[in-house]
């Protein structure tokens, strides 16, 4: 079945530093892929969409990749501040356009000042 | 202000009292849908609705019901809640970019059933 990984490892990174982090995914090829923010008890906020036929994606200092051979994406943070520490989501579309998502468990991000 | 809206935000009540959850958007949003998030489980769908009247099953359907009369509110409803059903709901309306849906999320619901 259709299985998202993230680490489950939180991330800790120093202020100012660029902040990857990882989502794979097997058994499926989505048609895109996204990336949220959530901070604790309270909602995910979405914060980018990428598509299959697409490699790369930004805003601001944000960007995201997409390798649908790999079947990876990769979620950079540049210039990383306090305030990014948060829990980071991702999810996928389900085959057939099915309006099911398919989200990560997530991956906490700290950024020490 | 555009926004998802839930109510009530926390809710501690008995197994098997009857409670419906309610959620409204005011985004003229034609896709709804309600999660459950559990430490080590992640955001799992309960229920979706791509319109008015029209609602289908997530991943966890069991034990909820939905109901679409209106674009704007998607209540979930718990007829006979139980102690499993603890756990943090969100409600989400979605806007189909190029057949892609990003989703708005409300604040959440803290259920606990005793």
């Known amino acids: 079945s259709q299985k998202i990984e993230q680490n489950s490892e939180a991330l800790n990174i120093q202020e100012g530093k660029t902040a990857t982090l990882t989502c794979n995914y097997t058994?499926?090829?989505?048609?895109?892929l996204q990336w949220y923010r959530q901070d604790p008890g309270r909602g995910p906020v979405f914060l980018l969409l990428i598509r299959e036929n697409e490699k790369e994606k930004r805003k601001e200092r944000l960007k995201v990749t997409f390798d649908t051979t790999l079947k990876q994406s990769l979620f950079h943070i540049t210039a990383s501040q306090p305030a990014d520490s948060a829990t980071y989501l991702c999810a996928l579309d389900r085959a057939g356009g099915s309006y099911i998502p398919t989200f990560g468990r997530g991956t906490s991000l700290i950024v020490h000042p | 202000e555009a926004q998802v809206t839930q109510n009530p935000r926390y809710l501690i009540t008995v197994t098997g009292k009857k409670l419906t959850v309610t959620c409204s958007q005011n985004?003229?949003?034609?896709?709804m849908s309600w999660y459950r998030q559990d430490p080590g489980l992640g955001l799992r769908q309960i229920y979706y609705s791509m319109n008015v009247e029209v609602t289908d099953k997530g991943d966890v359907p069991e034990g909820y019901k939905v109901s679409r009369k209106e674009k704007r509110n998607f209540p979930l409803i718990l007829e006979s809640p139980s102690p499993n059903q603890t756990s943090l709901y969100f409600c989400?309306?979605?806007?189909?970019?190029?057949?892609?849906?990003?989703?708005?999320f409300g604040p959440g619901t803290r259920l606990t059933v005793t």
């Open positions: 989400a309306s979605s806007i189909n970019t190029g057949g892609a849906y990003e989703q708005y």
């Open positions: 985004m003229n949003h034609e896709y």
């Open positions: 058994n499926y090829s989505p048609a895109y």
